[in-house]
């Protein structure tokens, strides 16, 4: 445990800069990606050992906070396939090492790029679910 600990606190400490913040993102969205898997499976079960919450798990999954765990959850996935793609990418090339802030400034700038279309379609059915424009 004193290994999370001091990782945590040399996170802050450091003063890196685009390749920290690739770090720091590939290990948040793993941990956001594991926790969504943990959340989907211990409810996927309810659907045997307890219908019931199974039924409350559902209703509780049309919520506005989770529509919003939603579309956090799309961009970490998305996130780290491609920079896990550009870890593997580098290791297999070692010369592209060299070029390490360029790949990884395009490596967020892809993210944004393919999640955008993704979030403008998830944001309208989140505002219309609200209501907030007169819709129902």
């Not at 999370?4 to 390749?19: D, K, P, S």
């Not at 580098?90 to 700038?109: E, N």
Request: net charge positive.
């Amino acid at each position: 445990m004193s290994g999370l600990f001091t990782t945590v606190r040399e996170v802050f400490r450091y003063q890196g800069r685009e390749g920290q913040v690739a770090w720091m993102g590939h290990r948040a969205a793993a941990l956001g990606t594991v926790l969504f898997f943990m959340i989907h499976i211990i409810d996927t079960s309810f659907v045997y050992f307890w219908p019931e919450g199974y039924q409350h798990a559902i209703a509780l999954y049309r919520s506005p906070l989770f529509a919003v765990g939603e579309m956090v959850l799309i961009p970490a996935v998305i996130y780290h396939a491609i920079n896990g793609t550009r870890i593997w990418l580098m290791d297999w090339k070692p010369g592209l090492w060299k070029y390490q802030r360029q790949i990884t400034l395009a490596t967020f700038a892809l993210t944004v790029l393919l999640c955008a279309p993704v979030m403008i379609i998830m944001g309208g059915h989140f505002i219309e679910g609200l209501g907030l424009f007169g819709g129902q």
